[in-house]
């Protein structure tokens, strides 16, 4: 039984965070569960920071706001850790998702971070993509950190959610960002309780 | 499912197809499988994506219906009109500062009692300038003779557009209807829906038929003549009559669709967890569904508190929710919109005046919140519940309460 999560997708106009938050809710429903996603109401610039909030449960999700205390935070662009207060509210054994080409050092991270998922996403879209669009292998990243949704149902989502030879690639990126991933237990025990 | 559980006995069709959706897109299915024949939309933030959904369905052949170009709202509405008083169902959805353009004709359509189904995305009215959510362009048509249903999910957006043309074109109704969604809230939020196989929603909603009024060249007749004041007063009084029995049509069509497709959802409002409180609050649109988890979450803590989502602003329940908050204890207001000359809400002027006659008049509070796409959130409805509390108790508590700024009213810089 999973309880609701909350996660809060950080990164700039033109990453596609908002279509990432939009598969995360797809691949949810497809294993049968409740989702729903919630762009951040901000002006549409290409570049500006961006969020989104994306909420997981086995039955029917009644809020409507935004998410302040995010099991998990996505961050999509690696110059946003220094551009805004992405870490907010993180929940204590809560899990960060970073798009870095090195492990971050533990003094710039949250003190609640109880899992680490890091992966060269820029380089991944560079290399499979062509543009610097990290959203997809992102995804990837997000599955191997938190298993809350399956690698299957979200490489089923993005496909229908995405067309042709765009789809393909863009499912090629998250499954390079699911294996590429390194995970990281910083409170081995903490972690576990609050992530299942 | 807005408080309401859905049993798969119960059902009398199968479920229909799960998909994500925003709640343009679940609007776009609401009138795309009311079957509309003429269609006209203006693009509006945040209305847009509708319109673009609508095209969509019929460029690709999904929808067989005409949809017009126009250069405006006040266009889009007027082209609805002749085809409504053509004998088409006719849909169209707006925002904002569109819906100001648009007023013109919007109060001609009521008078001239046609079933127009019209989704109003609800967004914040300008200045200062805002794309955001906030209730204040509806609401301020209020008085223009349209039925107007509030609405909290995106599931209710589609399932609501449905039942709009079955209580509009009902004989002994004849009125124009508004699904109002929060803009951006609902409107661009993706969740999962259920979206009704076509064939069930034909055996629910038949076809328009109209047989009071209908242009048509072999059988001319003059629409809209100059009217003197008495035959005027006459007008008005039916329309009047026509909006007090829409009561009863809307809770009978959300009765029938509940049956059939399994999912009620109050009629003019949605109670929860109200009968064996002693404090309610009173809500309007998305918010409706964090009030209830708020609701949960206090009765979690032993305080004996519930909820009236109000769903239908006109005609209002004035004799429903004297009914439902008889007895109790405090009740509190959360309005997304500001009455200008009341300095409160709206809604909490008209809950005043629906229950002018309760014996031991409660008290009564107003929360001002979630204006031109404010969050209102948890805690704000912890705040909110914790004032009626101590409003319940005896305690002396402010009429208003803007949730959001940090200054107490008769405070502010």
Same mark, same amino acid.
Request: overall charge negative.
């Given at each position: 039984m999973l309880h609701m999560k909350e996660i809060r997708l950080h990164g700039r106009g033109g990453q596609g965070t908002v279509l990432a938050?939009?598969?995360?809710?797809?691949?949810?429903?497809?294993?049968?569960?409740?989702g729903n996603a919630i762009p951040f109401f901000g002006f549409e610039r290409r570049g500006a920071p961006l969020a989104a909030f994306v909420r997981f449960d086995e039955k029917r999700i009644r809020e409507k706001t935004q998410i302040y205390t995010p099991d998990c935070v996505v961050v999509m662009d690696p110059t946003l850790v220094h551009a805004s207060n992405v870490f907010d509210g993180l929940q204590e054994g809560g899990a960060v998702v970073l798009n870095d080409r090195k492990m971050p050092e533990e003094a710039k991270l949250p003190t609640t971070v109880g899992r680490l998922g890091v992966v060269d996403a820029t380089g991944i879209a560079l290399e499979v993509l062509g543009t610097p669009i990290t959203n997809t292998p992102m995804l990837g990243a997000f599955v191997a950190t938190t298993s809350w949704i399956g690698l299957e149902a979200l490489l089923s989502a993005l496909q229908e959610m995405m067309r042709g030879k765009q789809a393909d690639a863009n499912a090629r990126a998250a499954l390079l960002g699911y294996?590429?991933?390194?995970?990281?237990?910083?409170?081995?025990g903490r972690a576990e309780a609050h992530l299942l | 499912m807005s408080g309401t559980t859905t049993d798969d006995e119960a059902r009398v069709v199968r479920p229909g197809r799960i998909a994500v959706i925003d709640g343009n897109m679940a609007a776009a299915w609401g009138a795309k499988l009311s079957r509309p024949t003429v269609l006209a939309a203006y693009p509006i933030t945040p209305q847009t994506p509708l319109v673009e959904y609508l095209s969509t369905f019929v460029a690709d052949g999904e929808l067989d219906a005409d949809m017009v170009e126009v250069e405006s709202e006040h266009s889009a509405l007027s082209v609805l009109q002749g085809a409504s008083l053509a004998g088409a169902r006719t849909f169209t959805g707006t925002s904002s500062q569109g819906l100001a353009l648009m007023y013109e004709p919007y109060i001609r359509t009521s008078t001239l009692r046609l079933p127009i189904v019209m989704a109003i995305?609800?967004?914040?009215?300008? =200045?200062?300038?805002?794309?955001?959510? $906030?209730?204040? *362009?509806?609401?301020?048509?209020? #008085? /223009?003779?349209?039925?107007? %249903?509030?609405?909290? #999910? !995106?599931?209710?957006? @589609? +399932? =609501?557009?449905?039942?709009?043309?079955?209580?509009?074109?009902?004989? +002994?109704?004849? @009125?124009?209807? !508004? %699904?109002?969604?929060? $803009?951006?809230?609902?409107?661009?939020?993706?969740?999962?829906?259920?979206?009704? /196989?076509?064939? *069930?929603? +034909?055996?629910?909603?038949?076809?328009? =038929?109209?047989?009071?009024?209908? @242009? +048509?060249?072999?059988?001319?007749? =003059?629409?809209?003549? @100059?009217?003197? $004041? *008495?035959?005027l007063m006459e007008y008005r009084y039916k329309h009047v009559r026509a909006q007090a029995r829409a009561k009863r049509v809307i809770e009978e069509v959300d009765e029938e669709f509940g049956r059939i497709f399994g999912r009620p959802y109050g009629g003019l409002l949605e109670r929860y967890r109200l009968d064996d409180a002693s404090l309610a609050l009173i809500t309007l649109g998305?918010?409706?569904?964090?009030?209830k988890v708020a609701v949960d979450a206090a009765r979690n803590r032993g305080v004996d508190i519930g909820l009236i989502k109000l769903r239908a602003l006109r005609p209002f329940p004035r004799e429903e929710l004297f009914e439902a908050l008889h007895g109790k204890a405090a009740i509190g207001i959360v309005d997304r919109n500001v009455c200008f000359g009341w300095m409160t809400g709206v809604v909490y002027a008209e809950v005043c005046a629906a229950l002018r006659l309760l014996p031991d008049q409660p008290p009564l509070i107003d929360f001002v919140a979630g204006l031109g796409g404010a969050d209102i959130t948890f805690k704000h409805y912890e705040r909110a519940i914790s004032l009626l509390q101590q409003a319940a108790s005896g305690r002396t508590v402010a009429e208003v309460t803007w949730l959001g700024i940090d200054f107490e009213p008769g405070e502010e810089p």
């Open positions: 938050s939009q598969i995360l809710v797809s691949a949810a429903v497809r294993e049968g569960k409740y294996e590429r991933t390194r995970v990281l237990d910083m409170q081995p | 995305v609800t967004r914040e009215v300008i =200045s200062p300038q805002s794309v955001w959510g $906030g209730q204040q *362009d509806a609401i301020t048509v209020r #008085d /223009a003779g349209w039925i107007q %249903i509030y609405v909290e #999910d !995106n599931q209710e957006i @589609l +399932d =609501s557009i449905i039942m709009a043309y079955k209580i509009a074109e009902h004989p +002994d109704i004849l @009125l124009p209807v !508004n %699904i109002c969604y929060d $803009g951006h809230y609902l409107s661009h939020v993706a969740d999962r829906v259920e979206i009704p /196989a076509q064939e *069930d929603v +034909d055996r629910f909603l038949s076809p328009y =038929s109209p047989s009071h009024i209908k @242009l +048509d060249p072999r059988t001319p007749m =003059s629409v809209d003549p @100059l009217t003197p $004041g *008495d035959i998305s918010t409706s569904g964090t009030a």
